[in-house]
């Protein structure tokens, strides 16, 4: 079984010392002192430890089952969830209207890690249905908000997004799921797959939200409507009823993420209601994706996080050689892993990965916060630093993971150590929610010019601003401020370069890629210099050290890869447009 601790520490220093959330002028967030966050997230966190690692391996082994029908969770699921439930923990943003604590959307941030660093495919279940909540709450009519959002934010129902088909993957345009008009209601025909979490055990209902297509629907995806498709009938009164004309097909045999339910769905004149204007239903359903992409971000990290804890206590314990410079344990017949050099680099790789990560992730958390309280200007970073949370810190998490097997060497590749499961489940984070491919093209060919180019103007009037402000530091100056100023240039160029290409889209497009990597290693460049910034205050101090060793780690080894990334990018679209698309 694999232990997890929760980085409470570590949270706490982020958003008390280096994020000062309770000094921000954000609503809720004048209530956020230390103490009232550590109850919330050491409890989350206990529960994470206690109750939902121990399933990990569990889910991972025994998998979900579809039995006449119905689709059984693995032991131990349905009583964690409902230990959840009851403590009110599914809610822990939600308006306190329909049954939330009401707390920032930054703390649900911080306790989302814990749970799906402890155990991923089942904290999936409660993040859909966060993300069903979030489109209701947004679009839905005051009725429909009466009839759903309780049930939802409680978890006695779950919900689920139904957007992929056969043969509409990433393009939705090829959508082909029929919403007919019943009366005062549709029926909607056709067939979903990769449902995550589309049946279970663990709740009352299910509530599917779906994309589909009305009759008068003009082609393309400004024809695609989205609408409330519930497992059980609801009536006016809330009260269940019959079950809806929907079934699973199948469960998916998957790579990973095994405890979680990813389903064929079959919708056979299924009865649903309309969530939204007709047609308008991507618009409503990236209420959700949206959302959904922070959280991808956030499970990226999460893997990244568990498996380098499990890294790191194995370098320390396994002994195996003698470190060159001398014998660090000379009484015993061989010094810990951690002697070695290599060994060393990859714990550091992903630890400097992990704790950048986390401030990250927690910053734009904080910026969605001040969107849902009209800043303007945070919606706009939010807008352009998506994709990058999304992309770059599930392709990063997963190298991580894979960082941390080889940690191990062969006991790695070996189940029972539990490492392999980090690598096997942090791999669909870079697919699902939009393919990390895709978010590098949303990155460029649309976020990077957005407003005029507004947002990514302000991103680097911060990284300008910080710079500025501790330029006379010479504690930062050559170790941190120097390489984030490099980084910043790098990342400038390269948008200049689009734009000096703009009339040759390959050339865009073909460094994409590198471009959100650019992007992401200068955000974590910035987070590191600014938690470096507040450990300089108190150097003597164990967990400060740490910090600033670390940083300089990060500095020093990683955040150089910006001008490789940068000579990629100038490279344009020659290197990857020229073979012949036969000779593939």
């Known amino acids: 079984m694999a232990a997890y601790t929760p980085p409470l520490r570590d949270v706490d220093f982020l958003l008390h010392d280096v994020l000062r959330i ?49 689709v059984r969770t693995p032991p131990g699921f349905a009583d964690a969830f409902a230990l959840l439930r009851e403590g009110g923990w599914t ?61 939802l934010v409680a978890c006695r129902w779950t919900g689920t997004m139904n957007l992929t088909e056969p043969q509409a993957g990433t393009d939705l345009a090829l959508l082909r799921t029929r919403a007919e008009p019943d009366g005062d209601g549709y029926r909607l025909t056709g ?48 009260a269940l009823g019959e079950r809806n004309a929907l079934s699973v097909g199948k469960i998916e045999e998957k790579m990973g993420i095994h405890g979680n339910a990813t389903c064929v769905m079959n919708y056979d004149g ?22 959904a992409r922070a959280q991808v971000g956030m499970q990226g990290l999460s893997q990244a996080a568990g498996a380098c804890q499990l890294a790191a206590a194995y370098a320390r314990d396994r002994l195996q050689g003698r470190a060159v410079t001398g014998p660090t344990n000379p009484a015993g017949p061989a010094d810990p892993l951690l002697s070695h050099p290599d060994i060393r680099r990859l714990l550091l790789d992903q630890r400097s990965f992990v704790e950048g ?51 191990f060497g062969g006991h790695g590749y070996i189940e029972e150590t539990g490492i392999a499961q980090f690598v096997r489940d ?31 103007m302000a991103f680097f009037a911060l990284v300008r601003g910080f710079l500025k402000e501790n330029d006379g ?83 020093s080894r990683v955040l150089p890869a910006t001008g490789l990334h940068l000579a990629r990018i100038r490279s344009g679209a020659a290197p990857v447009m020229s073979l012949d698309a036969d000779a593939f």
Request: aromatic share 8%.
């Open 191 to 238: 067939q979903k797959i990769f449902i995550s979490a589309g049946d279970h055990d663990m709740a009352e209902n299910i509530v599917h939200l779906v994309l589909a297509r009305l009759p008068d629907a003009p082609p393309g995806v400004k024809g695609i409507s989205l609408f409330i498709v519930p497992k059980i009938l609801v009536d006016a009164s809330g």
């Open 473 to 555: 530091d010479p504690r930062l100056k050559a170790d941190f401020l120097d390489p984030l100023k490099a980084a910043s240039k790098d990342l400038q160029s390269a948008a200049e370069f689009f734009l000096q290409n703009i009339r040759d889209p390959d050339a865009a497009l073909a460094g994409s890629t590198d471009f959100l990597h650019l992007f992401g290693h200068t955000c974590l460049g910035l987070m590191w210099a600014r938690m470096t910034k507040v450990a300089l205050a108190n150097p003597d101090d164990d967990f400060a050290r740490a910090k600033l060793a670390t940083g300089r780690y990060f500095m």
């Open 22 to 70: 309770q000094d921000q002028p954000i609503p809720g967030y004048a209530d956020l002192d230390r103490a009232t966050t550590a109850a919330v997230l050491e409890e989350v966190g206990r529960i994470a430890a206690d109750v939902l690692a121990p399933l990990n391996a569990v889910g991972d082994r025994e998998g979900c089952r579809l039995e006449n029908g119905v």
């Open 357 to 407: 990560a986390r401030a990250f992730m927690l910053w734009a958390a904080t910026l969605i916060d001040a969107h849902k309280a009209g800043d303007a200007d945070a919606g706009g970073l939010v807008s352009l630093l998506t994709p990058v949370v999304k992309g770059y810190l599930t392709d990063r998490g997963f190298d991580c993971a894979v960082q941390a097997q080889q940690v």
């Open 91 to 151: 809610g822990i943003d939600c308006d306190p209207a329909y049954g939330g604590l009401g707390l920032p959307f930054v703390i649900h941030a911080a306790a989302g890690e814990f749970q799906s660093a402890a155990n991923m495919a089942f904290a999936m279940y409660s993040g859909l249905t966060h993300g069903a909540y979030s489109a209701i709450h947004a679009h839905g009519t005051a009725a429909q908000k009466a009839t759903w959002l309780p049930p």
């Open 270 to 291: 299924a009865r649903g209601e309309l969530l939204g204007a007709p047609h308008q239903g991507l618009k409503a359903m990236f209420t959700m994706m949206n959302e």
């Open 426 to 456: 942090a791999r669909i984070a870079m697919i699902y929610e939009g393919a990390n491919g895709v978010q590098a093209l949303d990155l460029v060919g649309r976020k990077l010019g957005q407003d005029g180019g507004k947002p990514i």
